[in-house]
Every structure is written in C-alpha cells, then in structure tokens.
C-alpha cells in the first residue's frame, strides 16, 4: 500500500515515467502504472489493495479513451499552455502527441534499462540519413491505440486523421536509402533486436518542391518551427569532434523507435552541432559583436542541411565535415556505453556490430581506430582486429559518380590524423596483396585506397571494404555485380565478405497505416497476423478464386484510388477518374530511372488517341525530386509539365488520359499514393538501380509492374510469377554488351517510327509554347548519346505497355493478378531483411523487454 502511495503522489507531481522510476515497480505492472495516471481514477484506487490491482495489470486495453482524452487535455494545459477555447487544431497535434509519447516512455525506459542491465550485443546503425516520415499514426499502430485514440479525439470534437495530417514529417533523407533506414529502425524495434541508429539532426531536411510552368523550385524544409513533440534532448551526452582546426560540440538529440506490438522501444540518436563556446569573448571585449558570434555560426552550420544529392557526390567540405562530425560522435557514444557497463575497449567488437549505411560514414574506419590507439592506447594490430570485427559496411549504388571519393588536399586539412591512419592501412593492405599477388601493379593501383591521378583522392568505398568484415549488395544482382564488376578485386581477394541482403520495407508503414481500407480486407481474410509475419499473406492463396473476395478486394483497391483522385483534385484542381488505370511513377528523378521513357510513351499514346485509336482510360501519375544541381533531370520534370498542361486542356483526352505530377513527393506523400497504384513503373536501365524499395510498396499494395531486369524487381518478379509482371528491356548483361559494342541511339530509332514522331513533337515546341530550343538537350542527349539506353528499350517498353492495355479489360483476371502481387511480397519485409542481418552479419539476439 506504502508503495501505491509513492505511485500516486510521484504521478500526480512528476507524471507516471517518473513514478515508475521512483517506485521501482517490477515491470510487469507497468500497464498499471499507466494506468494509475488516469487522475480519475486514482482515488478509487487509493481503497483497492496493490494486489489486486496488479493482477488487473496484465489485462490488455486498460487504457480507455477517456483517459487518453484527460491526458492530451492535460498537456494542452501544461505543454502548451493554452485553454481549450484557445487552443489550435496544432496545439491539439501536439497534446496528442505528447500523450502518446508519454504510453511510449514507460516502454522507452525498461528497453534502455533492460539494455544496459543486460549488456547485450547491440546493432548500431550509422547512416547520414533517415527518411522517418510522421511518427504519430505508426506510433499509434505500433502501440495499438489507434481506435482508442480515435475515440479519445472525438470525445474532444476533433478528428484523429486532420490531427495526424498537421505533423510535418522530419525529411531527413534523399530518398531510397534514408527510407531504408528508417524501414529498418522500425523492424529492429519489431523484431526486438538491441539496435541504436545513429544519425544528424539536420535543421533543414530535403526540400521542398513545388512546381511552376517552368518546372521545378526549392524551398527549405524549416520541418523543426513549430517544435518536435517527439524528440529529448540529451544535453549530458555531448562530444567534441576536431575538424581542422575547429572543434565542434555535437549533443544528442534522442527520438523513440517502437516496435509494433511489443514493448521494446530502441532510440535513434541525432547529432546537432553547436560551438564549445557561445562566442569569442576577446572579439566582443574588442568591440566585434559579429565576429564573436562568427564561430558559433560556423560550428551550427555543421547540421543545418542535408544535401539534396543522391547518388551523386559533389566532394564539399562542409559534407565531408558533417561525415567526421556524426561518425566521431556515434562512435564516442558507444565508447561511454561501454564504460558505463564497466567494460575496456578490447571489448568493443563484442559489445557492438557497426553497420555503415553506404560510403557516408566510411571514415568510421580511420576514426574508430584513431580513437582505439589515440584515446584508448591500443596497439595497432589489436586496434585493427577490433575495428575489422565490428563494422560491415552495405553499398548502395553502382553508379560511379555516387562512389565517394575526397581530394587528398581537403582530407589533409580537415582530417589530418585520420588521413595518416588512412595511409597506414593502405600501406599494410598493399603489402599484404602484393605479397598474394606478385607482379600486378595494375591490381594494386586497382585496389589502393589512394586514387593516383592528377588530383590524388581517398576512395571511401576501398576503405569501408578493406575495414570491416561483411560487404553486401541490396538485390541479388546488385550484389552480383558489385562481387563481378565493381568491387571485383575485393570480392577475389576476400571472397567470404561479400554477401547480399535484398531490401525490404515495414508492413505496418507501408500496409497497416497507408492502406487502411486493405488492410481491414486481410484482417477479415486471414486475421491481423501478417503486421508481425508478413509471409502470412501467402494464406490468401485459398481465395483467389472467390468472387467474394474479388470484389472486397477491388472495393478496397478503388477506396485507396478515390482518395488519392480527392487528394489530386483538392491540391492540383485536377478531375482524375478513379475508375481507370493508375499507372505511376514516383521516385527520385534520375536519367537511369528514366522517367523521360515513360514521358516518351505517354507523348506516343497522346499520338495515337488523336489518331482515333481506342485505348482504355488511363491517368499517369509521376512525383519525385530532382537535385537542385542536376539539370538533366529538371529538364524532364520540364517536359513532364509541358506535357501535362497539353493534355489535360485537350478535349480530345478527357476520359482517356490524363497526366499528373504530384509536387513534392514525401513519405506522406507516399502513403497516399502507393496503395492507389495499378500499375508500377520499374523502368531504370538494367544494371543501374541496385534495388528500389517503391516496387516492393506497390507490389505489396497489389500493383502489377512494368518493368525492366534490374534490381529487386527479378526477385519480384519471381515471386509472383512471370504471368503477373509486365517485362521489357535489355537484361544488364545485354546492356553491357550493347554499351561494349559502341551503342549508338540511331538505328534504333530508325526502327521506331512512333518514338520518333513523339520526339519530332516534343522538338517542334508542342509541349513548350512553341520554344524549340527548352528540350534540345535533352533530345539532343537521348538521339546522340543516350547514355541510359532510353531509345533501345522504348519499342520493347511500348509493346509492354500494349499488353498492359490488354490486360486492363479484364478486371477480373488483373484482380487476381492484383492479389498474387500481395500474397507473394512476404519476402520483402524488411523484418525478413533485419532477421538476415542479425543472423549473418551481426550475430545479435532478440531481448523480449517486460513480463
Ligand atoms: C539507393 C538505390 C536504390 C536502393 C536504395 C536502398 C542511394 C545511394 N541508393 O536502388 O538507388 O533501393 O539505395 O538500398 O540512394
């Protein structure tokens, strides 16, 4: 009773974390504990014996809507300062989200204690970005209150969905690979797995896009303005990192990873920047404000701004600087981790497995070392092992020009100590592999972590394969041709490091929240089990054949579609009808994803209903962002435009095609479009896109694709069967052969009448208000160059998207197709690609936290 007591004044003055904490209460009471914050009903309690309402605590759903709803009141009042008569739809969001936290903390707190306590075997994830999307609706999913937090706004006259819709989603990535990141969080937690993600706190995410007439503008992302409800800052946990001659404080910035359905919460830990003084007392004693502030600003540029390149490496200082500056501090942390378990580093590589997401923080190599044999006084050899047990490294592009390199000078100048650290590997590594190699100064020029040349540079992805123990691909191809091509010398030389780990995407994100109206399709079909095991969908097999399940399923399917057209018309003023086929293309714009092949083909079916033919109505829907810097791919976001504005005003289209590109695609965004997809565009150029993680979303959303041989789309495609994937294209062996052989665009467009007609068109200016000159180079590019195959691949592509027509007018049998995509996409779960992680590369075990 003395206890309940110390509960109860601890939660009416500190809240229930804290009580918990102070109380000491074993964990498997913790649902009582929150349940004792419901101020309501603490009196009540205060008469009942401890005993009895512990034993209520295992009972699920004690948490009722009306507490909620005195929670999310009480932190209007105490949060946001603000009465309910003043209060803001905003200010409302975040009560709600504050509340939700506050279930989430009790979770937070045993998954670190149980953590620590245990001193388990932890994955650290050290990525430059993640592309989280908006935590509420996942948060409420994951925890299981999305009814009762339904239920709770409606007893406050608000609406759940316009509160969810309020939060601006932290973009702190470019696009694939921070959302893989993000993906993978989310399972680690699911999965129960020891994992911290490490990562920058950027004040400006991506940005955001909108577009004119004339293509595409950028503004900042100012995503932190109205406050982060999510976040604590850890202002204790805070290390100096030296850059040249800078030192630069970076403090931990902490948010909540939950898992769905468990009650671990792991944490993804965001470094800011911030000077180690305010400002330079001697400038201002001299009379020199600015200049006193000067450094300051200088340091707090560090994690002002992600770079909005993907896949390109632009070789900037402040890039550089950000790398050191999140590497040093994640890797310093994990070193206090260990302290704080009363554990040396010797025993670094057994406490941690240090997972480099891509090249981004590849310095970790020289900077762990730096740290072991600086800072810890270890010797070089042991220093090695060491780093060379706990770090793998996963690539995640074959484009040369996204291969990381730095110029030896700005290396020098900023990482003078890493660099000598840099050379001595390379010296010992060189040593070893002329020693197996005799004779071969080709090789090892090849493999040197050294570029030699007129400008002398490191070679990132050398040195994240030469200082860790695993190196994977994201496909099976990619990873094939990273072992033959890329990293081909590597992969002969340590043939048992290489190794493929397909991507894949969260269920509860990319299902459970994006595609509600599905989702209560399959939990009526086969129950709620797949949100855990994904590879339960395959249980819908028994009803492909029934007519029931058809229709629920293309009911569900034209719900997803309606809300996506309201989504269009409210936004672009644009009328799309439901009815007929989305075909969409949303990603990042890149000339290897060869979104001008799909402009290309729509220009031709414009063509071809003008001349009369019938064609099934279709609405083509594209959306993604282009490097501010990369005017290839603003070109053709140009062209997109150009193309829209035609169409959309010709009466001759209306019922048959329309166009549409949505601004500013995000996860948001994504949510909404990828449930709404009949069919998917997979179209890079074979060989080109290591993996793709929107095939996985759509596929799983029951999209059948159009697409070529390239990245996860062959392990799609095989999965669900040839019949239901529309194939076209050259394979990447074909293309490499074609690109071999002198590829030249001409005689193939000889061979295509229809494609160059739509170039002719889009030459004359139809699409440009008569400018000849807006498109010319890009036609220029594609009739003489073509560096992406565009031309070789359309009359294949066109004959796909035939079929696709065909297909189209049979509802029935593109239904069934529509659920074989479904039931087949288990496989790309990302808890199937954390569980091979966790086996092969990082040898970490699942701790189940509480009762
Ligand atoms: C991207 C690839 C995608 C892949 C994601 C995630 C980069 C550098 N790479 O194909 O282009 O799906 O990474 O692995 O963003």
Redesign the pocket.
Known sequence: MRLLVTVQEEIMTNGPAVAYRTARVPSQHLHCIAFLSDPELLGSLAMTSLGSIFSTATQPRLLRPESLAEQIRRHLFSSQAKSPSLATQHDYSIALALAVRDRLLLNWVDTAEAYTHQGVRTATYLSAEYLLGPHLENNLVNLGMREEAEAACRLLGLNLEQLIALEPEPGLG????GR?AACFQESLASLELPAIGYGIRYEFGIFRQSIGPDGQHESTDAWLTLGNPWEVIRPEWRYPVQIGNRTVIGVAHDTPITGYGVRTANTLRLWSAMAPEAFDFASFNAGDYTRAVLAKMQSETLSKVLYPN??FDQGKRLRLSQQIFFVSCSLQDMFRILRGQGLTARYFHTKFAVQLN?THPAIAVAELMRLLIDEEKLDWDTAWSITTASLSYTN??LLPE?LETWGLELFEELLPRQLQIIYEINARFLRMVRIQNPGNPELLERVSLIEEGPQRRVRMAHLAVVGSHHTNG?AELHSQLLREQVLADFARIWPDRFTNVT?GVTPRRWLAVANRSLSTLLDGAIGEGWRRDLSELQRLEPLLGDTGFLEGWQAARLQAKQRLAGHIQDQLGVMVDPTSLFDVQVKRIHEYKRQHLAALEVVQRYLRLHNGEDLPPRTVIFGGKAAPGYAMAKLIIRLIVGIVEIVNMDPAMRGRLRVVFLPNFSVSLGQLVYPAVDLSEQISTAGK?????GNMKMALNGALTIGTLD?ANIEIRERVGADHFFLFGHNAEQVARLQQEGYHPQPWLERNPALRQAIELIGSGHFSEGDRQLFHPLLANLCNQDPFQVVADAADYSRAQNAVDQAWQQPEAWSRSSITNTMNCGFFSSDRAIAEYAQRIWKIQSLSIGS
């Open positions: 470019n696009g694939g690979l893989l993907d896949e891509d995640h592009t996204a994201v991507n896109e290591a993996s793709g993680t990245g």
